[in-house]
Nanobody, 124 residues
C-alpha cells in the first residue's frame, strides 16, 4: 500500500520560491505516475502537475506553467514540486497523489493514493 507524506510548506511572500517534497513508502514509486494537487479555501481540489514514472514527461495546469516544476527521484522514492514566483493565489493546501497506473492524470477522480497535505500561504 502506497503511503505519501508531504513536507516543505510554509508562509511565503509574493515572488519567493519554495520546494515541496513528497516521500513515498510501501510501494516503489517508479511503477506509477505522480502528481501534485492543491485546494484553496472554498474551492475544489485541482491537479496542477503530473510526472510520468521515469520522469520523461511532465504536465502542468496553465496557472502554474512556467513557474512550477515537478520532478522525481525514484532512487529515494520522492517527488518534488519546485515553486517560483509565488503569488497570493497560490495559497492552498498542497497534496501529493498517485494513480495506480503509469499514465499521468490531473483529475482527483483518477488518483488512488493521497498524502495529508501541506499548507502553503503566500502573503505580504
Amino acid at each position: 500500500h502506497l503511503q505519501l507524506v508531504e513536507s516543505g510548506g510554509g508562509l511565503m511572500q509574493p515572488g519567493w520560491s519554495l520546494r515541496l517534497s513528497c516521500a513515498a513508502s510501501g510501494f516503489p514509486l517508479i511503477n506509477v505516475a505522480s502528481a501534485w494537487f492543491r485546494q484553496a479555501p472554498g474551492k475544489a481540489r485541482e491537479g496542477i502537475a503530473c510526472i510520468s514514472p521515469n520522469g520523461d514527461h511532465t504536465y502542468y495546469v496553465d496557472s502554474v506553467k512556467g513557474r512550477f516544476t515537478i520532478s522525481r527521484n525514484n532512487a529515494n522514492n520522492t517527488v518534488y514540486l519546485q515553486m517560483t514566483s509565488l503569488k497570493p493565489e497560490d495559497t492552498a493546501v498542497y497534496y501529493c497523489a498517485a494513480p495506480d497506473r503509469r499514465r499521468c492524470a490531473l483529475s482527483p477522480d483518477d488518483m488512488n493514493f493521497w498524502g495529508k497535505g501541506t499548507q502553503v500561504t503566500v502573503s505580504s
